[in-house]
């Protein structure tokens, strides 16, 4: 999962670099470029050499995780050689181009169910808004996960349903034992420190600034929890790092929901037949955004 996440990011940096070597062929290299050209080429450089380790992890994998992992690399390989090619002619016109930007707010907007580059941080929550208002929220993906997950209908109902009353741990324990870790969360403690550390680890080397990521920690967390997770991110390299421990403000953008996320009743609001994702009314219809199933027309 790191090796396809840092993939992606390789390849969004990669076409970056390679537009602002276009760029800069009409438009000119960023200032003082010339007084920069060989750190700026030995950073494109770093680059392609991380890229090109991770890429023969993968080379003679059968897996077809590994597989897809491999041809993402491959294709950001041949772009970062195109974009140092015309680097070398034109320079860049940006000496940076990526960095990952708080997403939080901006996330829920575009209906992702977690963000930035954070692990899920409870499968019901609250989040604060800006302006003081209070999104309560279910984690989208639980149920189609158990219908893929082969679990039958009606103990998807009834762990729905305990969802909705926000009884979390009731829910969960229609989930069996072997499973538990589809579904782990920043805020239950099944995800670890170095987890959150590691993943941006394996970010950081194809992003040119730096990550907007907190490290959520239990509300028993210790000062030497908070000190290991500090000393762990200088060790892997990373630009910049925050940590929040659970509870520790009287109020906090984020916080493990204990009530009813929804206002309506289920009935009013069905889930899709086909593969149990939230329907969306339409006229007298309810249309599934995930399968484009209709049900419910009167």
């Known amino acids: 999962a790191r090796d396809f996440a840092a993939s992606i990011s390789a390849v969004m940096t990669a076409v970056a670099y390679k537009t602002?070597?276009?760029m800069a062929e009409q438009l000119g290299a960023f200032n003082r470029y010339k007084?920069?050209?060989a750190s700026m080429g030995a950073v494109i450089k770093q680059h392609i050499d991380v890229l090109q380790d991770k890429l023969n992890k993968h080379k003679n994998s059968t897996a077809i995780e590994s597989r897809?992992?491999?041809?993402?690399?491959?294709m950001a390989i041949t772009i970062w050689k195109k974009a140092e090619n015309l680097g070398?002619?034109?320079?860049?016109r940006n000496a940076q181009v990526t960095v990952v930007a708080p997403t939080g707010t901006i996330g829920l907007l575009m209906d992702c169910d977690t963000l930035g580059?954070?692990?899920e941080f409870s499968l019901l929550k609250e989040k604060k808004l800006a302006g003081g208002e209070i999104r309560k929220i279910m984690n989208r993906q639980v149920?189609?996960?158990l219908h893929r997950l082969n679990y039958p209908a009606e103990q998807i109902q009834q762990f729905h349903q305990l969802m909705i009353d926000g009884n979390i741990d009731a829910a969960l324990s229609y989930i069996n034992e072997k499973d538990r870790s589809v579904f782990a969360t920043a805020a239950d403690g099944s995800i670890s420190i170095n987890a959150h550390l590691e993943m941006m680890a394996a970010l950081q080397p194809f992003i040119s600034g730096a990550i907007s990521k907190t490290v959520n920690l239990k509300q028993d967390a210790t000062v030497d929890d908070i000190q290991r997770c500090f000393y762990t991110a200088w060790k892997l390299g990373l630009k910049s790092i925050s940590v929040y421990r659970d509870g520790c403000k009287a109020s906090q953008p984020l916080n493990s929901s204990t009530k009813s996320i929804l206002t309506t009743s289920l009935p009013d609001k069905p889930l899709c037949n086909e593969c149990g994702f939230y329907t969306i009314r339409?006229?007298?219809?309810f249309h599934c955004p995930?399968?484009?199933n209709v049900i419910g027309c009167s």
């Open 117 to 119: 580059i954070e692990p």
């Open 143 to 145: 149920i189609p996960a």
């Open 290 to 292: 995930n399968c484009g």
């Open 35 to 37: 007084y920069n050209a």
């Open 20 to 22: 602002s070597a276009e």
């Open 282 to 285: 339409q006229g007298s219809c």
């Open 88 to 92: 070398n002619k034109f320079g860049y």
């Open 68 to 74: 897809w992992v491999f041809e993402l690399q491959e």
